[in-house]
């Protein structure tokens, strides 16, 4: 894809009890996650759909 190789460091973080908690697994979906960001989005518009787009961070 960017036609070299890179080196990706990840740092990953344990939280207990994860699997059993509903909340916290819908954070984790990254469909869930752009649905939210999509919503967001078309709630910031300008009226008549111009202008920029801005996402949560």
Do not use: C, Y
């Not at 070299?4 to 984790?28: A, H, M, Q």
């Not at 939210?36 to 759909?49: D, E, F, K, L, V």
């Amino acid at each position: 894809m960017l036609g070299t190789k890179v080196f990706l460091e990840l740092f990953v973080k344990i939280r207990d009890g994860w699997r059993e908690n509903p909340s916290f697994l819908n954070e984790l979906d990254w469909r869930t996650t752009m649905s939210i960001s999509q919503h967001s989005a078309t709630q910031r518009r300008p009226s008549g759909g111009e202008g920029p787009v801005v996402l949560p961070k």
